[in-house]
């Protein structure tokens, strides 16, 4: 059988990226393998990651576009040339314009640190997240798996899991203890649960 080629899409840290490396070499991701790791800054501590676990990587900077169609048209060869199937966002802060988008219809997955529909969409984006689930005072806040289309954070739910916020919580605690706790456990049963359903052709089964 073959595997789905994956792209995962990176800007920073890369612990996400991590999760799924590990995850894959336990062999808990039989339908699909890493085939690249994409990165919008050349200075991504998730590209040593990459390099770590010899995967091949590309940085692919938006500003070193002038327009965004041709910082998508130089991402979509790129894609081409790995023969990339599926795309994971993880931690990816750069906004993939509506046109890219649906050229890959369920084709392309994102991990978001809060329970989507709270603290989602424009402007909600790693700390900031955090800061506003403390600031309404929520007790429960956890992660979500979804489809990426052209509504920021609103495709498809594919995995959710929730997490206690704890007495004397910072954002700074808050997004570890959400990493920790539902991030790294989801992102990379999402990836199987979705190559899986690429590589045989059917809906998404958990
Ligand atoms: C993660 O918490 C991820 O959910 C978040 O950025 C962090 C990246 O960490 N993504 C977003 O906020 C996207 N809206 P990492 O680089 O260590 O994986």
């Known amino acids: 059988m073959k595997k789905v080629r994956i792209a995962v899409f990176v800007s920073g840290n890369g612990s996400n990226l991590q999760a799924i490396i590990d995850y894959e ?7 699909g393998e890493i085939a ?14 990459a390099a770590l676990a010899n995967i091949p990587s590309a940085v692919v900077s938006r500003k070193e576009f002038s327009d965004t169609a041709e910082f998508e048209k130089k991402i979509e060869s790129v894609l081409r040339e790995f023969k990339i199937d ?3 966002l993880a931690g990816y802060m750069t906004i ?3 046109d890219f988008v649906k050229k890959y ?54 995995l959710q899991k929730s997490v206690m916020i704890r007495k004397g ?24 649960m979705v190559a899986k359903m690429i590589a045989k052709g059917r809906e998404l089964e958990e």
Not at 25 to 31: D, E, K, N, Y
Not at 136 to 144: E, N, P, W
Not at 169 to 192: C, D, F, G, K
């Open 169 to 192: 919580e910072t954002p700074e605690s808050l997004q570890t203890h959400v990493m920790r706790n539902a991030e790294w456990i989801i992102l990379p049963r999402a990836v199987e």
């Open 25 to 31: 070499r336990a062999g808990h991701i039989p339908h």
């Open 105 to 158: 219809p369920e084709r392309i997955i994102n991990v978001h640190p809060s329970l989507i529909p709270s603290f989602c969409g424009k402007g909600y984006y790693g700390l900031r997240v955090h800061e506003a689930a403390l600031n309404y005072g929520v007790k429960v806040t956890g992660a979500t798996v979804h489809f990426v289309n052209e509504v920021p954070d609103g495709g498809r739910i594919i």
């Open 36 to 49: 690249l790791v994409l990165s919008s800054r050349a200075d991504a501590y998730a590209l040593s990651r």
């Open 86 to 88: 599926l795309i994971v």
């Open 96 to 98: 993939l314009s509506a």
